[in-house]
């Protein structure tokens, strides 16, 4: 008797244990996805999609995010140009509790059902915790959307802190494999963001976190990186590319070519099956018009509405009218309670 062939094609191989079984991609299958030529592209993309709609659904979940600390990073995180330490144009300033509050409504008649405060700070300090719980307090008393915050690194107290605020989900991102990290940042530690990770998620927050690609890794430390994250199974993976700021230190680094950045997401969808994926800054640059549509029919499941932190995104309507033409229905806030 012969034995069937044991197909070795890891596409083939992703249709089984991915999509059938739910089983992420390993390491070394996501870097032999990420070596895939472009005459498969369209193939990989066709089976992300099939994955995203099976494990998580049609619903696309819509963000906004608002900045209420901008600017004055006393961090060297080489792509932001919210740094301090950098010549780049973003000026420090602080938004008001009112004006946060008017973001948070202007954002849930978007549909969106997250509101997301960010920070630019290593960690909050208690002037802008005590901000934060004015701002989270006036924003539940009056809009109906869950609140999110990205603050950086917190400690003990402070997650606890946030927890009891009614914080629903907590941001932070590894921002790229563990072995490219030093390359990125040299003012904190992969491992200090790491321990704020593992802390949200006792504290029962969700977890947000994810990355910039396109920060000069190699296709073996985004594998590394998809890994790295599938090994912390957050609840929610916003996937940024890079936009090469001016005056920052990766300001002279190429864009990420679209083929490359579609293929990096359709991987990361293999590799982690059940996650929220958000398409999060950089895209416009990196895709084109084109790219929403592609990333959304080729593993993504969220997106951010509206303006980028210091960067200019798609208009709101855009993002929207095109989740009706992909008959994509946004999540409801009652699903996500
Ligand atoms: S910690 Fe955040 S705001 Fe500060 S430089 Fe790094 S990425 Fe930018």
Redesign the pocket.
């Known amino acids: 008797m012969t034995q069937a062939p044991v197909d070795t094609d890891v596409l083939a191989i992703a249709r089984e244990q991915v999509l059938e079984r739910g089983e992420g991609l390993t390491q070394e299958q996501t870097l032999e996805v990420l070596r895939l030529g472009d005459d498969r592209l369209e193939e990989l993309l066709a089976l992300a999609h099939e994955v995203r709609m099976k494990w998580c659904g049609p619903e696309v979940e819509v963000e906004g995010i608002i900045s209420l600390k901008t600017g004055g990073?006393p961090?060297?995180?080489h792509f932001?140009s919210?740094?301090g330490l950098f010549q780049s144009p973003v000026r420090a300033a602080w938004l008001d509790i009112p004006s946060l509050v008017e973001a948070a409504k202007q954002t849930a008649k978007t549909g969106a059902t997250e509101f997301c405060i960010v920070a630019?700070?290593?960690g909050p300090d208690e002037r802008l915790m005590a901000q934060v719980a004015a701002g989270v307090e006036a924003i539940r008393n009056e809009v109906d959307i869950q609140v999110a915050c990205s603050l950086?690194m917190l400690t003990q107290e402070q997650v606890d802190q946030l927890a009891a605020m009614g914080v629903h989900r907590y941001n932070h991102n590894l921002e790229t494999a563990k072995s490219h990290f030093p390359q990125v940042?040299t003012t904190h530690t992969w491992e200090e963001r790491w321990d704020t990770l593992r802390m949200v998620r006792e504290a029962g927050m969700e977890v947000c976190c994810g990355g910039i690609l396109g920060m000069g890794e190699t296709l073996e430390q985004r594998a590394e990186f998809a890994a790295q994250l599938a090994e912390l199974e957050p609840d929610e993976v916003p996937l940024n590319f890079l936009n090469p700021r001016p005056g920052t230190p990766f300001g002279d680094l190429e864009v990420l070519p679209a083929a490359d950045a579609l293929r990096a997401v359709a991987a990361f969808r293999l590799a982690l099956p059940r996650t929220i994926l958000r398409f999060a800054g950089g895209r416009e640059i990196t895709l084109g018009d084109l790219g929403a549509k592609q990333g959304i029919l080729g593993g993504i499941n969220a997106v951010i509405v509206g303006n980028y932190l210091t960067t200019l995104g798609r208009p709101a309507e855009a993002d929207l009218d095109l989740l009706g033409e992909l008959k994509m229905p946004i999540k409801a806030l009652n699903e996500t309670l």
Do not use: I, T, W
């Open positions: 990073c961090e060297d995180c932001c919210q740094s630019a700070v290593r950086g940042v």
